[in-house]
Every structure is written in C-alpha cells, then in structure tokens.
C-alpha cells in the first residue's frame, strides 16, 4: 500500500493527490496520513507546490465523501426505523436512540461534520449521518471544507517540516486510530450487554404477567 502510493504520487502529481485522497474515502484503508505527509515531502524537495497540493487534496476528500453522504440521504428513513426495530440489537440501537440522534444532530450537525474531519476513523463516517439527517449539499460541503482544509494543512505541512521522516505521522496518527477504534468497539460492547441485559429484563417481565 505505501509503495502504490508513493508511485502514485511521484508519477501522477497533483493528479494522483486528488485520486487517492478522493479514494481515501471510499475505501479508508488508503492512508491520508501517509498521502499528505508525502505531499508535503514532495513540495519540501521542490516537485509540488505546498498549498496548491493542500486544496488539491481537499478537493480530493470532499469528492470522495459524496457517494457516502449521497447513499445516506437517498436512504428510506422509515424502512431503517422498521429494520431497526427488529434487528436494531446488532448495532445497538433503538427507533428512540436514532430519533434522539436525529433531533441533537439536527441542531449541531454543522460542526459535528467539521470537527468529524478532523477526527481519525470516524472522518469517513461523519458522512452517513449528514446525508440520514438531509444536511444540505451545500451546508454540507461548505463545513466539510472547513474541518479538511485544516486536516490535510496540518499533515502536509507536519510532511514538509520532517522531510524523509514524513512516515513519521503516518505511524503516529496510526495510534490514534486505534484507539479511536478501541474506544468505540469498547462503547459498542458495553452497549450491547446492557441492551441484551434489558432484552432479557423485558422478557421475563412479559413472561411473568402471562403466567
């Protein structure tokens, strides 16, 4: 992965920053911790210009995040309530967890959805719930700009100021990932023993009021 894209955007130029950082998005295993850094090496040995590769990168990003913003708001809210209601329990949600959401996000989404670019493992899926909540493209866009600007700023400049140790960040935001991911699988797990705790609850109640 860190050769493809090292080729990529040694052969391709601000081209190949735009295409992997629009596939980023679509497929997060591509690192933009690893293509800014890189950018900003690139633009340190004089091959790119820093800023120009800074809003080719961003471009890049917001083109990517549309397919996940646009499946989400052509999502059939009602038919996900209904799913939710019978299968809800593998994700740990209720129809009056999602109402809840709907309602707080309604009122914050904005700079939920430029803050969330700026947080790694969950910049991609900040999408889902401003197409879900029909934020509009425009509000959309304009806040996403927001958060990426300053994301891919900061590694593409942190790339020109290491130089050859632009790997550096790449490793150091890994960890954060991590355990950004550790945090949540942990807060879904929890979730789930309660939810399934309050599940058998309910059960035995309706089972006591049968008998």
């Given amino acids: 992965m860190d050769d ?12 190949g920053v735009l295409l992997l950082m629009a596939l980023e998005n ?5 690192p933009s911790e690893l293509i800014m850094p890189l950018t900003g090496y690139s633009a ?3 091959k790119l210009n820093l800023w120009l590769a800074v809003l080719v990168g961003s471009l890049g990003t917001l083109v990517g995040t549309l397919p996940w913003y646009g499946l989400a708001r052509l999502a059939n809210k009602q038919r996900f309530y209904r799913w939710v209601e019978h299968h809800g329990h593998w994700l740990t949600l ?3 967890d999602l109402e809840r959401a709907e309602r707080w996000f309604g009122h914050r989404g904005n700079w939920i959805v430029a803050v969330g670019r700026l947080v790694p493992g969950v910049r991609t899926l ?20 927001a958060g990426t600007l300053i994301w891919t700023g900061v590694l593409a400049y942190l790339g020109h100021l290491l130089g050859r140790k632009y790997t550096q960040v ?6 954060i990932t991590w355990g ?20 058998h609850a309910r059960r035995a109640r309706a089972a006591q009021d049968h008998s």
Avoid: K
């Fill in 4 to 15: 493809w894209v090292t080729n990529t955007v040694q052969s391709m130029g601000y081209f």
């Fill in 26 to 30: 679509v497929f997060p295993p591509i």
């Fill in 44 to 46: 340190a040995q004089g």
């Fill in 94 to 96: 209720e129809r009056s």
């Fill in 126 to 145: 900040i999408s889902v719930p401003a197409g879900f909540c029909r934020m509009p493209l425009g509000t959309y866009l304009a806040y996403s700009a």
């Fill in 170 to 175: 790449s490793d150091y935001l890994g960890l």
């Fill in 180 to 199: 950004v991911l550790g945090v949540i699988f942990l807060v879904y797990s929890v979730r789930l023993v309660r939810m399934r705790q309050r599940n």
